[in-house]
């Protein structure tokens, strides 16, 4: 029998501000963009006004006029992190983090369960986050990750919630089926249209009616709405896997100017990685393997998380230079993901977020053409032969020209 525990943080980023500042505690507290953001995280006094992530700011203020907001502090939140995985590491080796405030234990075999049980040993990690950080965190114990996850945000804040073996489709049944990951909004509203609304439903549906909205997915789909997930916990992943690109060259390279365009390109395949896990970073890491073998490596980090490429791109040509600090041919580049960010409405951060939406919008349209028709199918300027980017910037001109005639 598998022993899997999934905590989440509860209002991780505005709790650990009030634990870092003790003038904050017990005062509402939002943290997002101070004028046109929006709410990335709200305290439990916050709440008690009805403020959520992703309420715009101004309707925040207007909901809370004492409301305290903050800018997000992105390396304390992940300082913060790092110490609640050290604390699981202590229970058990199998550690997973799934996102900065999230992480998954299977306590199956391990000590602490035969001393304390898996509720106990829950139950204790959540006191001694709480006594020793000052932040709460939410629990869900069960045997796989899937009815886990869901029972850890069942009943937040500060909950711990248990279910038990052969308990599973019982559990998920009444609830919606936007509970369940991979229900995106719009399946959701799909099945909705179809009749389907409680994860029980999703469960008895007929696999080839299902099929037709979900495709080769609906098999596993269907399996996790009955309570039914194999997927292991990974130990030490500290990003799903995938985030990262790798190019190994068939001769050593020296040429800059060919290995950012490589580097552009393994940027854009990186991104559509997070984008797929529906997910947003905010640091990449550049690996560089010398052709005598050494190594180097540099990291690029922006203030806010970000899903897009478009974030990263302007840095790519000084982080280059930073991690190249040899001047010795490349054998081998690596770009790797940095923690990842839970999607959801809060991650709209400090920009407006129309203009975030349009970024995602045609990065999600990009992914979608390239899944069916290959890479090759939307390409960048600076992926075209010289000849024909030159004579795409004439056609440009020309069409300027004569659109302002």
């Not at 790092?82 to 080796?93: A, K, R, S, V």
């Not at 992943?237 to 995938?242: E, I, K, T, V, Y």
């Not at 905010?282 to 974030?311: C, H, N, Q």
Request: with cysteine; charged share 25%; aromatic share 6%.
């Amino acid at each position: 029998m598998r022993h899997v525990v999934h905590w989440d943080g509860d209002s991780f980023f505005a709790s650990i501000e009030q634990a870092s500042d003790r003038r904050l505690r017990g005062r509402p507290l939002a943290v997002g963009g101070a004028r046109r953001g929006v709410v990335v995280s709200a305290s439990r006094e916050a709440r008690r006004y009805g403020i959520r992530p992703g309420m715009l700011m101004g309707q925040a203020r207007r909901r809370c006029p004492p409301l305290i907001v903050l800018p997000g502090h992105f390396d304390l939140y992940e300082q913060f992190f790092q110490d609640i995985l050290g604390l699981c590491q202590q229970e058990t080796p199998l550690v997973e983090p799934v996102a900065v405030g999230a992480a998954y234990l299977d306590l199956t075999g391990a000590p602490v369960l035969r001393r304390y049980g898996a509720e106990g040993a829950a139950g204790r990690l959540r006191r001694t986050v709480g006594e020793w950080l000052r932040i709460s965190i939410s629990a869900g114990i069960a045997a796989n990750k899937t009815v886990a996850r869901i029972a850890a945000r069942l009943r937040k804040p500060a909950a711990q919630v248990v279910v038990p073996q052969g308990g599973e489709a019982e559990f998920l049944a009444p609830l919606d089926v936007g509970w369940l990951p991979g229900v995106s909004p719009g399946l959701r509203s799909t099945l909705e249209v179809a009749g389907i609304r409680r994860i029980g439903e999703l469960a008895r549906a007929p696999l080839d009616a299902l099929a037709l909205v979900r495709g080769r997915r609906a098999l596993a789909l269907q399996r996790r709405a009955q309570g039914v997930d194999e997927e292991p916990v990974t130990a030490g992943r500290a990003s799903p896997a995938g985030l990262r690109e790798r190019v190994e060259f068939a001769e050593d390279v020296w040429d800059q100017p060919q290995l950012l365009i490589t580097l552009r390109g393994m940027l854009e395949r990186l991104m559509a990685g997070v984008r797929e896990q529906k997910a947003e970073i905010r640091r990449i890491t550049l690996k560089l393997r010398y052709t005598d073998g050494g190594e180097s490596e540099r990291s690029l980090a922006l203030t806010e998380p970000t899903g897009v490429e478009s974030e990263f791109r302007a840095g790519m040509d000084g982080l280059l230079r930073a991690a190249w600090q040899r001047r010795v041919r490349l054998r081998m580049v690596e770009l790797a993901a940095g923690a990842l960010y839970r999607p959801s409405p809060q991650m709209e951060l400090f920009t407006p977020p129309l203009i975030k939406e349009r970024e995602h919008r045609l990065a999600n349209a990009i992914d979608r053409v390239r899944a069916s028709f290959g890479a090759a199918a939307v390409r960048w300027g600076y992926q075209l032969p010289p000849k024909c980017a030159a004579t795409l910037c004439i056609a440009a001109a020309i069409w300027s020209t004569c659109a302002s005639v």
